[in-house]
Structures are given as structure tokens and as C-alpha cells.
């Protein structure tokens, strides 16, 4: 459940026109496949995030949807298209999740939570690094008091460079969701695939100013001034969309 982090928004294997897939896809397969190595059956999966959904959407919405279906193991990651606005409040958020959680693992089903990046490289969307800080903190404290998992987006060395995150500079590449697949695995107390999954890239030489003054005006263009125009209007890019994977389905 979620937005357009576990939609898989920019990870597109099969073309640019091609359906998404994204971690929690990645990692449903990879379950899976452990699954049938073991001799049991393939794994029942369904995605129903949704880009630019909120976080309330997400509970109100998704949460139901996914307990008809009496799942075993959930994750539930959203609030950072909240936080993305200044008017935000990380505590009210934490509540709504909190009461998310609790419902869910009253059922006894796993769930699975997410930290927010750590984005002090960016130069605008770090001005949200303190709201995502209060976040996070409520966020390991409601997995402390529900016993649920917690998926250290924050702490993720390798994120921390540019080259993993996709051209609109808010969505992972599809190298950065295969790793951050790996750190799922992780959270839910299971051995990677890859040791390395959270080394760190050779580092390259910083742009010079010009270099990155052109980049950064051409982000202002092509990526932040329509999504601050989406937010004036009051709109959202997933307004018409459904989920891409409503119904339990074998991987």
C-alpha cells in the first residue's frame, strides 16, 4: 500500500512506455522465489499504491481493500506527499499511521513500514529534512509498540547519490529499487541476496557550477514547476489511476 514509492514510479525494465514494477515488486518476487526453493507455493501478491496518493487516501482507501484479503505480510509506506507540503504536520500524520498499524496487526498480519529519504542533498526538497526527521522518529516508535518492521529508507548509504535517483529528483532508479528491495529483505529479518546492496557508488567528480546551474534549471522546467502547478490546482498526476495490481495474483 502507498504512493508512487511503491507504485515503482521510474522503474520501468521493459521501456520508458512499459508498466511500472518498483521494490515491492522486486521483493514480492524474490519471496517468492524462496518460496518455491523451500517447496512451498508461489506467493499471492497485490499492489494498490497509487502516485500521489496521501496519506490519509492510503488508510481510508487501501488499508480496507487490502485486509479482504487477509493478508500475512503488508507494507504500508506513505506520507511523503504530505510532508512535501509546508503545511504539514509529522504528528498528526504519525497518528493516522499509528492507528493504520494498529488495525492491521490486530488481525496478526506483518507489516512492514518505511522511513523518508534523507534528502539533504537536494536543494529544495531539503527544506522537508526536518519534518521527515519527526516522522521517522514516530515511525520507529509506532513498529517499537505494534512489533512491526521498519524499512530504513534514511539510513541507506547509497541513496545519498544522485545516480540512484531518477531525472525528477523525488523517484528511485531501477538500480536504487532493486537495492532498496535488498534492504526490505533485510528489515523483515532475512539475509540479502547481495551482501553489497547498500555500498556506496565510486564517487565522480563534482559538476562544475555552470554544469549544474544548467541541471538544476532544467529540473526547475521540466519537473518542479509542473508539479508545483499540480499542487496550485489542487490536482495529482495518479487522480484518474487505479491500482496496477488490485487482486492477489501468484508471482
Same mark, same amino acid.
Given at each position: 500500500m502507498g504512493d508512487s514509492f511503491t507504485e515503482g514510479l521510474w522503474d520501468t525494465p521493459h521501456g520508458e512506455d512499459g508498466p511500472v514494477r518498483g521494490w515491492a515488486d522486486v521483493l514480492a518476487g524474490l519471496l517468492s522465489e524462496r518460496r518455491r526453493a523451500a517447496g512451498a507455493e508461489p506467493l499471492q501478491y497485490a499492489n494498490l499504491a497509487i502516485?500521489?496518493?496521501?496519506?490519509?487516501?492510503? !488508510? !481510508? @482507501?487501501q488499508v480496507p481493500e487490502a485486509l479482504?484479503?487477509?493478508?500475512?505480510?503488508? /507494507?504500508?509506506?506513505? $506520507? $511523503?506527499? @504530505?510532508?512535501?507540503?509546508?503545511?504539514?504536520?509529522?504528528?498528526?500524520?504519525?497518528?493516522?499511521?499509528? =492507528? %493504520?498499524? %494498529?488495525?492491521?496487526r490486530?488481525?496478526?498480519? @506483518?507489516?512492514?513500514?518505511?522511513?523518508?529519504?534523507?534528502?539533504?542533498?537536494?536543494?529544495?526538497? /531539503?527544506t522537508t529534512r526536518p519534518r521527515v526527521g519527526v516522522y521517522n522518529a514516530h515511525i520507529w516508535s509506532i513498529a517499537r509498540r505494534h512489533g512491526a518492521h521498519v524499512l530504513d529508507l534514511w539510513g541507506m548509504r547509497h541513496l545519498h547519490d544522485i545516480r540512484m535517483w531518477a531525472p525528477d529528483r523525488i523517484h528511485l532508479t531501477s538500480e536504487a529499487h532493486a537495492r532498496v528491495a535488498q534492504g526490505a529483505l533485510v528489515a523483515l529479518g532475512l539475509a540479502p541476496d547481495d551482501p553489497g546492496? @547498500? /555500498?556506496?557508488?565510486?564517487?565522480?567528480?563534482?559538476?562544475?557550477? %555552470? !554544469? =549544474?546551474?544548467? =541541471?538544476? %534549471?532544467?529540473?526547475?522546467?521540466?519537473y518542479a514547476y509542473p508539479w508545483a502547478t499540480r499542487r496550485l490546482r489542487g490536482t495529482s498526476s495518479g487522480d484518474t489511476r487505479r491500482a496496477k495490481l488490485p487482486t492477489l495474483t501468484e508471482v
Amino acid at each position: 500500500m502507498g504512493d508512487s514509492f511503491t507504485e515503482g514510479l521510474w522503474d520501468t525494465p521493459h521501456g520508458e512506455d512499459g508498466p511500472v514494477r518498483g521494490w515491492a515488486d522486486v521483493l514480492a518476487g524474490l519471496l517468492s522465489e524462496r518460496r518455491r526453493a523451500a517447496g512451498a507455493e508461489p506467493l499471492q501478491y497485490a499492489n494498490l499504491a497509487i502516485r500521489g496518493r496521501l496519506l490519509r487516501p492510503i !488508510v !481510508v @482507501d487501501q488499508v480496507p481493500e487490502a485486509l479482504a484479503m487477509e493478508p500475512d505480510l503488508v /507494507s504500508l509506506v506513505g $506520507g $511523503g506527499n @504530505d510532508i512535501l507540503r509546508p503545511t504539514a504536520d509529522p504528528d498528526r500524520l504519525a497518528h493516522g499511521l499509528e =492507528q %493504520a498499524v %494498529a488495525r492491521i496487526r490486530a488481525t496478526g498480519a @506483518d507489516v512492514l513500514l518505511a522511513t523518508g529519504f534523507d534528502a539533504s542533498g537536494s536543494p529544495i526538497v /531539503s527544506t522537508t529534512r526536518p519534518r521527515v526527521g519527526v516522522y521517522n522518529a514516530h515511525i520507529w516508535s509506532i513498529a517499537r509498540r505494534h512489533g512491526a518492521h521498519v524499512l530504513d529508507l534514511w539510513g541507506m548509504r547509497h541513496l545519498h547519490d544522485i545516480r540512484m535517483w531518477a531525472p525528477d529528483r523525488i523517484h528511485l532508479t531501477s538500480e536504487a529499487h532493486a537495492r532498496v528491495a535488498q534492504g526490505a529483505l533485510v528489515a523483515l529479518g532475512l539475509a540479502p541476496d547481495d551482501p553489497g546492496w @547498500d /555500498s556506496p557508488l565510486t564517487p565522480l567528480p563534482r559538476p562544475s557550477r %555552470a !554544469v =549544474q546551474a544548467r =541541471q538544476d %534549471a532544467r529540473w526547475l522546467r521540466l519537473y518542479a514547476y509542473p508539479w508545483a502547478t499540480r499542487r496550485l490546482r489542487g490536482t495529482s498526476s495518479g487522480d484518474t489511476r487505479r491500482a496496477k495490481l488490485p487482486t492477489l495474483t501468484e508471482v
